[in-house]
């Protein structure tokens, strides 16, 4: 299963695993888009088990749903690639009266993930890949203001500080799932819409420096299929297929237990006011 999978890594992402023979679960947003991706893929990959499931991550009601029938219907999951991503350079309030940018990059991604573990146990192999991005070493957990509310800085630092999240978030789930790989990794500076869109001055600026979306793809797909990857250490925040520190020399940006501790409470208590409320 891949999020955000009908263009840029997801898709590239999408496409190598499907010629590699893989079932692919293509999680997009937009019906139109996901179906000229799965087009592009069955076509160019022969492989026609490749399926769209169109859901929202910043609707955090409809993500739990969505994985709640996806279990029904499905006997196990090998991978999960939380890949989708958000950024968003206003303050946006979704329905359910999130940051839109948090409830994407962050809580869309827990509750999916929470609500799949039962299904990813059941694979002999499991694994969950997040792709996050270089983005966090600037960033430390801010506990106190998951949602961006004491002030909106630009998308960019809020984009970075729920790339933040999603590493601790790996660190957490590693340490809890042990039957289950997961990983997060940053797939370098990559020329996808989603960054043309987001970062236009970075983009044009970057120019033929970025990547493709398959070079920033490779680590993902590397983890997601590789024996290899799966011998690494869960938890570990990987780039061109190497661990590397989550946190640059005598950074600041690392949280105690106790900061930990609070931020996962935390996701816990908004997930669980997401699921009471449809039960």
Request: with cysteine.
């Amino acid at each position: 299963m891949i999020t955000g999978a009908n263009s840029g890594i997801g898709k590239a992402t999408a496409m190598a695993i499907a010629k590699k023979g893989g079932t692919v679960h293509m999680v997009c947003r937009n019906r139109d888009r996901a179906d000229e991706a799965r087009s592009d893929i069955v076509s160019e990959s022969g492989n026609v088990e490749v399926y769209v499931h169109i859901v929202d991550l910043s609707e955090t009601h409809k993500v739990w749903e969505f994985a709640e029938a996806f279990k029904r219907q499905h006997p196990a999951l090998n991978v999960l690639i939380n890949n989708a991503g958000c950024m968003v350079h206003t303050r946006e309030v979704t329905s359910e009266g999130l940051e839109k940018n948090f409830a994407t990059n962050t809580l869309g991604v827990y509750i999916l993930t929470e609500t799949l573990i039962p299904l990813l146990q059941k694979s002999r192999d499991p694994r969950v890949i997040t792709v996050s991005s270089g983005g966090m070493l600037v960033q430390k957990l801010r506990v106190h203001d998951l949602q961006s509310e004491s002030g909106f800085e630009d998308g960019v630092a809020v984009y970075a500080q729920n790339k933040r999240q999603q590493v601790v978030l790996t660190q957490q789930w590693a340490q809890a799932n042990p039957v289950i790989h997961f990983s997060a990794m940053h797939p370098g500076w990559v020329d996808t819409p989603a960054v043309s869109a987001s970062m236009p001055q970075f983009h044009q600026m970057m120019g033929e420096r970025l990547r493709s979306a398959e070079q920033g793809a490779d680590t993902a797909v590397w983890l997601a299929v590789s024996r290899a990857a799966a011998k690494t250490s869960g938890g570990q925040f990987f780039q061109d297929r190497r661990p590397v520190p989550a946190h640059l020399p005598l950074a600041w940006t690392h949280s105690s237990a106790e900061e930990i501790q609070d931020f996962m409470t935390q996701l816990e208590t908004l997930a669980r006011s997401v699921t009471q409320s449809l039960t």
